[in-house]
């Protein structure tokens, strides 16, 4: 791998670390301002909102300058929204805050992944993918542990009492000293996009008109949806992703209910999925080639109904094994298909606005899905029976998937012999 390479696995990974610590320090926040239950799957909703309404923006911006320079931006936006979750009082005021990191991380999301594209020939994106997505999870688990950590107890009571002579922070309670370090991880993060290389890719944006923006975009998505393996490889990710986002929240309710967890103790076992995830990665990058990559589609259907398994189960070490199982399966699937969403949206319209494209179907998903977990929430749901209809969508969805697919192919295939057969007359 190019020596570029690490430094932007090193910069995705602090960044990674402080977006999932912060969530989790969110969440005390929200419980501090004795917010509603139904509010905390909303913090991930705002997070992701400007990912939605800013898609046909941020390709563009991802492509306008050094890719290294925008994730540093969009750091910069990150400490920003930290300090102001800081400064709120109200319940409101915790997730308009919470939404301005989601700005900066959807900034982020394009320049991060667009840039292996560019430093990084094909037959290395599967590889690259893996190396990323393992990462990310691994700072997904380090960072759920962090945010977890930075809420106990024993931690905050050790945080406030750090003392600077002559100086007064007015940090007075453990979430206002945890916002603190999560934004120095954002800090971190940041001073390493600058050194990231510059790849020498033209960055001049041709059109600054939003209006041509966004029917570039929209092009850009069409273009996408049609693509035979486009497409699939774009339904697979758009499910796995507003899936992953609820299961982060059900576990944190099911670890309640079926162990009686508190918030802290539930937070690892969010860590636990994530360990799954980054094995399943690493597996699919040494196992699966970028031309076997939909081959891995029947494991999504496995995912489901091993979410299903939830329900029955009482016993921690049994959850452990069980979540560690849904955290492989969904990274050994998604992983190769990441990779070929990639390689098909470079080809056919450039890094940046591919990768908007993805993040916007993504998470669309992810704020219709948690929309949903948030009204039954709302409507006291039990959290079995929500499990329960999580896992059965998630797999049946998958079986479309996979006949979607494999009517391509034959479609594929009886194209492939009528242009034969005109040849050999």
């Not at 206002?176 to 990231?196: G, Q």
């Not at 041709?206 to 693509?227: G, R």
Request: hydrophobic share 55%; proline share 3%; net charge neutral.
């Amino acid at each position: 791998m190019e020596r570029g390479f690490y430094t932007i696995m090193a910069a995705q990974f602090f960044s990674s670390l402080a977006d999932n610590a912060l969530l989790v320090v969110a969440i005390a926040l929200l419980i501090d301002l004795q917010a509603p239950a139904y509010l905390t799957p909303m913090l991930k909703f705002v997070f992701v909102l400007f990912y939605v309404l800013l898609a046909p923006l941020v390709g563009a911006f991802a492509d306008s300058m050094p890719k290294g320079r925008v994730m540093f931006v969009s750091n910069s936006i990150k400490i920003a929204g930290c300090m102001l979750l800081f400064l709120a009082t109200h319940q409101f005021l915790a997730l308009s805050a919470y939404a301005i990191v989601g700005l900066g991380a959807a900034s982020y999301s394009p320049a991060k992944y667009g840039i292996l594209t560019e430093l990084l020939p094909p037959e290395k994106l599967v590889i690259a993918n893996g190396w990323m997505e393992g990462l990310t999870v691994g700072s997904i688990v380090l960072g759920t542990v962090t945010g977890g950590l930075l809420i106990t107890p024993a931690v905050s009571s050790f945080l406030l009492s750090m003392n600077f002579p002559g100086l007064d922070f007015g940090i007075d309670t453990a979430v206002e000293a945890s916002l603190v370090v999560v934004a120095l991880f954002y800090a971190m993060a940041a001073l390493i996009n600058l050194f990231i290389p510059n790849t020498g890719i033209d960055h001049r944006m041709l059109k600054k008109n939003p209006l041509f923006l966004i029917h570039d975009f929209s092009h850009c998505v069409k273009l996408l949806w049609t693509d035979k393996l486009g497409q699939i490889s774009l339904a697979v990710t758009t499910l796995f992703w507003g899936a992953g986002a609820t299961l982060q929240f059900i576990v944190l309710k099911w670890a309640e209910a079926a162990l009686g967890y508190a918030l802290n103790e539930a937070a690892l076992l969010q860590g636990v999925v994530a360990i799954g995830i980054a094995l399943g990665s690493v597996l699919a990058a040494k196992l699966v080639s970028l031309r076997r990559s939909v081959e891995v589609i029947p494991l999504g259907i496995a995912m489901g109904i091993v979410v299903i398994c939830m329900v029955v189960v009482r016993d921690l070490w049994l959850a452990v094994i069980l979540l560690i199982a849904v955290g492989g399966l969904a990274g050994f699937f998604v992983v190769p298909m990441n990779a070929l969403l990639q390689h098909r949206g470079h080809i056919l319209m450039g890094a940046g606005h591919s990768i908007a494209v993805q993040n916007f179907n993504e998470n669309l998903s992810i704020l219709t899905m948690l929309s949903i977990y948030a009204l039954l929430i709302w409507l006291d749901v039990d959290i079995y029976i929500v499990i329960t209809l999580f896992g059965l969508f998630v797999s049946t969805t998958m079986i479309f998937v996979r006949k979607w697919h494999l009517d391509n192919q034959r479609q594929q295939d009886s194209l492939h012999l009528i242009g034969t057969r005109e040849r050999q007359l």
